[in-house]
């Protein structure tokens, strides 16, 4: 047995016994049974190799596990709720939140182990307390089944958002296309597209924005620009206003849904530089654009 395999035996160990209370061990002195008929049961099984070190009945090692869990469960329902109270400002607020989203949020949150997404969920008690209907239970169900991965997705992605006060929506500027008139119907070829994977953003990671319904599946496209007519994005401390040059203008996007919407609200995260960098690159010569810092 290699070192390697000891010690993924020894993780796994530790783990059935964080579970039920109880070590597991080897069968016999070596851990290997004959392979005869003495290594069966009586329905012709082969018997394991390993059991649980109790003497205690089924029914007891039962209760234990749940008891276990039940301890555990509140461990994290306590941390939450006193990270909850260390983000939540001295501020006037004239409603609670709902009870029963209240009742729905303990008991989707219960099993949450990991620091980060413990975090998220305070950030969300905090939210809801501050502006009652803030967070749907939809999007306590996505973050209930959401991992540490899809999570460290999201953040990446709200690096890229902008927010436009105009639909109340955040999305992620790909580009633009001039549309093409009737002389000019290749035009649209040329679209001028902006690279996210010098970001740091894969594919696979707005894939799985998709598949958690964080993002709309298909890139959408602006309404027609015509010249002079603006639009403002909102990072987390800087905004831009594009200005059209010329007319028949089209920016192309992937949008959030409201339930990326309200779950990106949880993370405070800079604009990317790179992102910023290509936006400016990109856009410079059918756009005015303008830069200025969020007070």
């Avoid at 008690?125 to 899809?150: A, V, W």
């Avoid at 905004?239 to 339930?259: G, H, I, M, P, R």
Wanted: glycine share 4%; hydrophobic share 40%; net charge positive.
């Amino acid at each position: 047995m290699t070192v390697k395999t000891a010690q993924a035996r020894i993780n796994l160990a530790n783990t059935i016994e964080s579970l039920l209370g109880y070590s597991i061990t080897k069968v016999g002195s070596n851990g290997v049974l004959p392979v005869n008929e003495q290594g069966y049961d009586p329905q012709g099984k082969i018997k394991p190799l390993y059991h649980i070190n109790s003497d205690n009945s089924i029914l007891a090692r039962a209760q234990k596990r749940q008891n276990l869990l039940l301890i555990k469960q509140q461990q994290n329902i306590e941390t939450i709720l006193a990270m909850a109270m260390s983000f939540c400002p001295d501020v006037t607020s004239s409603k609670r939140p709902d009870a029963d989203w209240v009742e729905h949020f303990i008991a989707l949150c219960e099993d949450t182990s990991n620091e980060s997404m413990q975090t998220l969920w305070a950030k969300i008690l905090t939210g809801e307390t501050l502006n009652p209907g803030t967070f749907s239970i939809k999007s306590l169900q996505t973050l209930k089944h959401m991992t540490q991965r899809e999570a460290d997705s999201l953040q990446k992605c709200v690096s890229l958002s902008g927010y436009n006060e105009k639909d109340d929506s955040h999305f992620i500027l790909l580009g633009f296309y001039k549309k093409p008139s009737l002389f000019d119907l290749l035009r649209k070829g040329n679209k001028v597209s902006l690279n996210l994977g010098k970001t740091g953003i894969s594919f696979p990671d707005i894939l799985t924005l998709m598949d958690l319904n964080l993002l709309y599946r298909k890139e959408i496209e602006s309404a027609v620009l015509k010249v002079g007519q603006e639009l403002t994005l909102s990072f987390l401390s800087q905004k831009v206003t594009l200005k059209a040059k010329s007319n028949d203008l089209v920016l192309s996007y992937y949008k959030f849904t409201q339930t990326g919407d309200e779950l990106s609200k949880l993370i405070k995260f800079p604009v990317n530089k790179v992102y910023k960098q290509l936006i400016n690159n990109a856009l410079e010569v059918e756009f005015d654009l303008m830069w200025h810092a969020i007070k």
